[in-house]
């Protein structure tokens, strides 16, 4: 089985890291929020209709990228975390609704709250 670890860091970045830290939280919060938006405007368009609704394809951060080419100059994994954390958000909204408890709707991400972004150690590459 294999163990995972999350390393809490302190960064002190220069200049141009904290322009790269600053475009890669912009761009992880324009996808969660775009992938929201879209959640929200196939559920309105298709709510009618559940079969329809539940086999609809959502578009992935490679679409994203493909129609938003500024989305290329940051971290893949970053984007692509930005799904899972709005699955969860949707899962733990739904999970509530079930037991009665009537808060938690997924909301979009702002710029003046807490900036964070998760990524991913792959091949000892951090």
Not at 1 to 9: L, Q, T
Not at 37 to 49: F, M, S
Not at 67 to 96: C, G, I, M, T
Request: aromatic fraction near 16%.
């Amino acid at each position: 089985m294999k163990k995972y670890r999350a390393i809490k860091v302190r960064l002190y970045p220069n200049r141009e890291e904290r322009a790269l830290l600053d475009q890669t939280f912009g761009c992880c919060r324009f996808i969660y929020n775009k992938m929201l938006e879209e959640r929200i405007r196939v559920y309105k368009e298709l709510k009618e209709d559940k079969d329809t609704l539940y086999a609809h394809k959502y578009k992935t951060e490679r679409e994203y990228k493909g129609q938003f080419p500024f989305l290329k100059d940051v971290d893949a994994k970053a984007l692509q975390s930005e799904w899972r954390h709005l699955k969860s958000a949707y899962d733990n909204f739904f999970r509530n609704f079930k037991k009665g408890i009537k808060k938690g709707f997924p909301r979009f991400k702002s710029k003046k709250s807490k900036q964070s972004y998760t990524t991913f150690n792959s091949n000892n590459n951090l």
